[in-house]
């Protein structure tokens, strides 16, 4: 029986398990999704299952590089501790060398990579077998690959991590770019860069406000005009004042040195996800009452 992506879906959904897992363990039970729970359960990856419907929001930022390839991930755990376990932490390092080494752009195709070569150990498997070992969950969150003349990367303290590619210039400018935008988090590199909805948004909030000021129209106009050119060179990573000298421009500085950005990515661990808010001292007072 051939086993639909819908089943494969719904059984990552209900599991927690890598997509080839689901799909296995799907083919053996032809479609037959709660006895592949069962059989799952049975095997023992049912355990580290359990644990995929926890918030994984505190990890680390990985990267990995080697000339002109660089490679960016973002691996989670549930807390911060377990993100500073040696477990976790060589973990983290090896799917980022496998991240390299592989022709993977996406999460889904390099959890289906051998963990290490010569290997038949996939990335997948190496994760549950950590996620049963240390008892928390834990996520290849997203990847990003980075090829440039000159690749530099910065990390601040594992929680950011960001990789920076030049042309021209050097390792060295590359890795002070990288720091500055680790800082600053610029949102494209250029004001011509950002999104055109973007804009028209922003010009529609400068608008509102500039008429509240009562100003004759051509006054207003003005202003929006102004108002949107500033918003454009903060959000632009070459009109931001470079963090170690905010006198000069970051774009002045690469000029200076004869270089171009060709691209940035910048990753923030947890960002975007949403985190459970605990109130310990409600729980311990709910807690005894209920004794």
């Known amino acids: 029986?051939?086993?639909?992506?819908?089943?494969?879906?719904?059984?990552?959904?209900?599991?927690g398990l890598g997509m080839m897992e689901c799909k296995k363990a799907l083919v053996e039970t032809d479609g037959d999704?709660?006895?592949a729970i069962e059989n799952l359960r049975k095997s023992g990856q049912a355990k580290a299952a359990?644990?995929?419907?926890?918030?994984?929001?505190?990890?680390?930022?990985?990267?990995?590089?080697?000339g002109e390839l660089a490679v960016l991930l973002e691996i989670n755990s549930e807390t911060d501790f377990v993100a500073r376990d040696d477990n976790f932490k060589a973990f983290s390092n090896q799917v980022a060398s496998c991240a390299l080494s592989e022709s993977v752009v996406d999460v889904a195709s390099l959890m289906s990579s051998p963990y290490e070569a010569g290997q038949d150990t996939s990335v997948e498997q190496a994760r549950e077998a950590l996620v049963q070992k240390i008892g928390e969950n834990i996520q290849v969150r997203r990847i990003h690959k980075l090829n440039a003349p000159v690749v530099g990367s910065y990390s601040h303290n594992g929680k950011i991590g960001v990789l920076v590619g030049l042309s021209g210039g050097d390792e060295s400018l590359a890795k002070d770019i990288a720091m500055h935008v680790a800082a600053v988090n610029p949102m494209?590199?250029?004001p011509d860069d950002v999104p055109e909805d973007v804009k028209e948004?922003?010009?529609e909030i400068f608008a509102e406000q500039a008429r509240q000021s009562g100003k004759p129209e051509e006054i207003i106009q003005k202003m929006i005009s102004g108002r949107v050119k500033k918003f454009l060179a903060e959000v632009s990573l070459v009109e931001q004042g470079?963090?170690?000298?905010?006198?000069?421009?970051?774009g002045q500085l690469l000029k200076k040195?004869?270089?171009?950005?060709?691209?940035f990515k910048r990753f923030e661990v947890g960002e975007g996800i949403e985190k459970e808010e605990v109130d310990f001292a409600a729980e311990v007072m709910a807690q005894a009452k209920g004794g």
Not at 52 to 64: D, K, L, P, T
Not at 242 to 250: A, G, H, L, N, R
Not at 257 to 263: H, M, Y
């Open 1 to 15: 029986m051939a086993v639909s992506a819908a089943q494969v879906k719904e059984l990552r959904e209900r599991t």
């Open 33 to 35: 999704i709660d006895l």
């Open 50 to 66: 359990k644990k995929a419907s926890r918030v994984a929001a505190e990890g680390v930022v990985v990267f990995a590089s080697e």
């Open 188 to 190: 494209v590199v250029s």
């Open 201 to 203: 948004k922003e010009k």
């Open 242 to 250: 470079f963090v170690k000298d905010p006198d000069t421009k970051v």
């Open 257 to 263: 040195a004869g270089a171009e950005i060709t691209e």
